[in-house]
């Protein structure tokens, strides 16, 4: 099967991305379940060259590309595909990992979408990228970028982050600035981690956003920022009240609402201090004034 290379790529609307796991490694499947995952596994319909020199599976799919074009582009791929064959095998060329579908290189931690909007990166025209950039499609450029960095393809990366930077603030919102923030953490670049941040932030405080999905995207997120963006919903969505929360029906867990009950008393108990803390500091005052009035009425 050949690839005619002339598709968009795939877009997925304002279903949040995943961004691709952080591992590394590779697997061989063992010699009793290789046939059976070859007859599982099926090749890609647009990134398998019958001229290509090296089968990497993701998932169940199989694509067959250019050796040297992951090698030019990625530092890590130069360092896999570089590496001298094993000594143990005594025909290395014809089960080496790559050779064929049989015997693929397998990668893990990304999906097939995932590997895929990496591989038209790599193999698009000028004019394809070029209508990338007038799309604005984020969820695209995220999943570029993302899997790019996992790998090391330095240069896509900074392309589609800097792109990324350039139509973020021209588009509408959208959920997939959670994920966005995600990468902009784990890739540190603070530029586009702040300016996320900011408008999320925004997003919370005038409620154009849905408090109950931030709150469980953001619970259990060990950075600071997410730290920070959890308490600010928290906060907002306990003073909208009881009320706000059984609109919303159950879309938080039950731990997550017996939290927001406990909170919302003892933000009611804060405000009755705080209430009774205004009334007794007005209260001086107002019998001083009484007062006065008293001994200016008394003067002759």
């Known amino acids: ?106 990668l893990h931690g990304e999906t097939a979408t995932q590997f895929r909007a990496l591989l038209w990166s790599l193999y698009a025209s000028p004019h394809e990228t070029a209508a990338l950039h007038n799309s604005r499609d984020i969820a695209q450029l995220l999943c570029i970028a993302s899997v790019a960095h996992k790998y090391n393809f330095e240069g896509i990366e900074s392309w589609s982050a800097d792109l990324m930077v350039e139509i973020y603030n021209n588009i509408p919102f959208t959920y997939q600035f959670l994920p966005l923030l995600d990468y902009a953490i784990l890739s540190d670049k603070a530029r586009l981690r702040e300016s996320v941040l900011g408008r999320l932030r925004r997003s919370v405080s005038s409620r154009s956003i849905s408090l109950t999905r931030l709150i469980l995207y953001a619970d259990g997120k060990d950075h600071q920022a997410w730290k920070d963006l959890l308490g600010l919903s928290l906060y907002r969505y306990v003073i909208r009240g009881p009320r706000s929360w059984v609109a919303d029906g159950t879309s938080l867990p039950k731990d997550k609402r017996t939290m927001l009950y406990v909170a919302f008393g003892k933000l009611l108990d804060i405000r009755m201090v705080e209430s009774h803390g205004r009334i007794r500091a007005r209260m001086p005052r107002a019998v001083g004034l009484s007062f006065k009035s008293s001994l200016s009425a008394r003067r002759p």
């Open 1 to 106: 099967m050949t690839n005619n290379n002339s598709s968009q790529p795939a877009t997925s609307g304002d279903t949040t991305v995943e961004l691709p796991s952080a591992n590394n490694s590779l697997a061989t499947p063992s010699s009793e379940s290789m046939d059976l995952v070859a007859r599982q596994n099926t090749q890609d319909p647009e990134y398998y060259f019958e001229d290509g020199s090296i089968v990497i599976l993701v998932e169940t799919t199989l694509f067959r590309v250019h050796r040297s074009i992951l090698i030019r582009g990625s530092s890590l791929f130069e360092t896999m595909l570089t590496l001298p064959p094993s000594t143990g095998n005594t025909h290395p060329g014809d089960n080496a990992e790559g050779s064929s579908d049989d015997h693929p290189l397998t």
